[in-house]
């Protein structure tokens, strides 16, 4: 009877620690096209000194998540900051 309360408590400590658990990218790709560096909206970067076992940039982009090389971080904040530039004058020509 011990041992089903156990492994009860163990299963609802495990549901609700898993919620919490980060998403880790395993491995990076070094090449993601034009296309969808410009339609990031917003990227997280991921260091191996926490829970995760590698450096890498997580990148989302129309609803889909990427995991990128810390690499393309300058090329990445480049894109970013055309996109942006070229979002205020549509909006500043409306």
């Known amino acids: ?3 089903i309360v156990f492994g009860i408590l163990l299963s609802l400590t495990f549901s609700a620690v898993q919620g919490a658990t980060p998403k880790c990218c395993v491995d990076t790709t ?3 096209s034009l296309d969808i ?3 990031v909206t917003k990227y997280d970067v991921q260091t191996r000194h926490g829970v995760c076992s590698i450096n890498a940039l997580v990148l989302y982009a129309s609803d889909k998540r990427y995991c990128a090389t810390p690499r393309i971080e300058r090329l990445l904040q480049f894109v970013l900051k ?3 530039k070229n979002d205020v004058k549509s909006a500043s020509a409306v």
Do not use: D, S, V
């Open 82 to 84: 055309r996109k942006m």
């Open 37 to 39: 560096l410009q339609k």
């Open 30 to 32: 070094k090449k993601l």
């Open 1 to 3: 009877m011990e041992l």
